[in-house]
């Protein structure tokens, strides 16, 4: 279960904007919830992932080291890390809440699953995927086909849990340890479908 004071990655997601998707009322019945994040040294960076069920229920913790050429490319490889991450303890029609602090990440993200939506798959626009990312970014569209759905959350760093993770992984690193699990979102069949205030009087759509 969540602990108390730590907010959730499903509170975090549901009041966090969507890029190119409106929330709409079933948003906080995401199954998982991913939080990733990527950092950038000159004498080395890393990478952090945090992912919860809709409980609050932690899945998995990663604080590992990397040597990403600059932030960018740090926070595609960080999302490929935690989707890969996700896909391995997750049903495969499982739907995904992303949260990331990085908006062209966030953006490309959605117009990559509103892609997947149309008949030749070519985005609405060019996504902007940074110059040593491209291997990371089909890795990360292919675990965006590969759920039943899936949306990116644009979060401020400072309240993204993975960013502690990503930025100190030699403090962190007792988390890896942490026993794998595969957990099955709660049934909350009868929870009342009402959107987030912030999101209340935006067109829903999915």
Not at 8 to 20: G, I, K, V
Not at 33 to 62: C, I
Not at 114 to 128: F, I, M, N, S
Not at 181 to 205: F, M, W, Y
């Amino acid at each position: 279960m969540a602990t108390v004071g730590r907010h959730r990655l499903r509170e975090l997601f549901d009041d966090s904007p969507t890029p190119h998707i409106a929330h709409y009322p079933h948003t906080h019945r995401r199954d998982y919830y991913v939080a990733t994040d990527g950092s950038f040294a000159p004498d080395g960076g890393g990478l952090g992932v945090v992912v919860e069920t809709r409980s609050g229920e932690r899945v998995a913790r990663l604080a590992l080291p990397d040597a990403a050429p600059d932030n960018n490319v740090a926070e595609y490889r960080a999302l490929h890390l935690g989707l890969d991450v996700l896909a391995h303890r997750a049903p495969a029609d499982a739907n995904v809440g992303v949260l990331v602090d990085h908006s062209d990440l966030a953006a490309d993200v959605n117009l990559a699953v509103l892609a997947a939506r149309g008949p030749d798959y070519r985005p609405l626009r060019d996504v902007t995927v940074p110059s040593g990312a491209a291997n990371h970014w089909r890795g990360i569209r292919a675990r965006i086909a590969g759920f039943g759905k899936l949306r990116a959350a644009e979060l401020p760093s400072g309240e993204n849990p993975a960013h502690a993770l990503a930025n100190a992984p030699e403090q962190y690193g007792h988390v890896n340890d942490e026993p794998a699990k595969c957990t099955l979102p709660d049934v909350e069949a009868d929870e009342p479908q009402i959107p987030p205030p912030s999101r209340a009087n935006r067109h829903a759509g999915d």
